[in-house]
């Protein structure tokens, strides 16, 4: 064992604040060099390291020294995750008007009907023609929705609850993102969501985006609702396959 991560098991074995402080100390240069390449982005120099460094603190209390792993192998993306999102979310400044939430919602409601009617994904003319509303205002409302989806699930897939929960990935499929990640969450979401039917893709978006019940889906469907159940599982275990291979890769 090196002598770095014998430091760790013994701060491992008997945790102290003067040990953990030694230790983020020692590795303070990897905050350095990690966060030079976001430099001249619109951020100062010093709240970037306050925030790799935050974040080096979170890695030394986490780093388990039994799993084999060198200490910087779980530190650098645990530092550049938190380096990422914060800059995720200070730009993020998009705020639907009122006007736009109001004609949203009608528009997902007429898409939802039509599509348990039609059994396909209904054209913007027929989403009009239903809700009376202009189909360039029916374009507008689905561009809007889309930004706003886009920000959810990225908060859905990286972020933990207010409540200490933890995100999408570590709480369904036992996939520990933070520091042991050798895929990008994107490119996981994105090639899953290519193999789902249309009708899956809709119970992902409304269980594990907005948050609705299995019932209360299945009541929209109309189907039982061991059916969205099964769908639920079967989505769950399409990441798990998805992200061993990228683990595997």
Known sequence: ???????????????????????????????????????????????????????????????????????????????????KKYFRDKQWSLKVPRRLKEISSKVQQARDELYLEFHR?????????????????????????RAYGTYSLDKTFEDAGEDGDSSFLEKYTGFDEAGYDRVEINEIIDKVMETLSEKDRYIFR???????????????????????SRAERSIIQRFRDEMKRGMEA
């Open 206 to 228: 409304e269980r594990f985006i907005y948050n609705r019940s299995q019932s209360d889906i299945a009541k929209t469907l109309g189907v039982s609702q061991m059916t969205i």
């Open 121 to 145: 994904k209904p054209t913007m003319e027929e989403i009009a023609e239903r809700t009376g509303i202009p189909e360039e205002q029916v374009i507008e409302a689905f561009e809007g929705s």
């Open 1 to 83: 064992m090196s002598e770095d991560l014998e430091k760790f098991r013994k701060y491992k074995e008997h945790p102290t604040i003067e040990s953990r402080n030694e230790l983020v100390e020692s590795h303070l240069y990897m905050v350095d060099i990690l966060i030079r390449k976001y430099l001249g982005k619109g951020v100062e120099y010093d709240d970037l390291y306050q925030v790799g460094a935050l974040a080096l603190v979170q890695a030394v209390e986490r780093f388990d020294p039994s799993k084999g792993f060198e200490f910087s192998s779980f530190a650098t993306p645990t530092i550049l995750g938190e380096i």
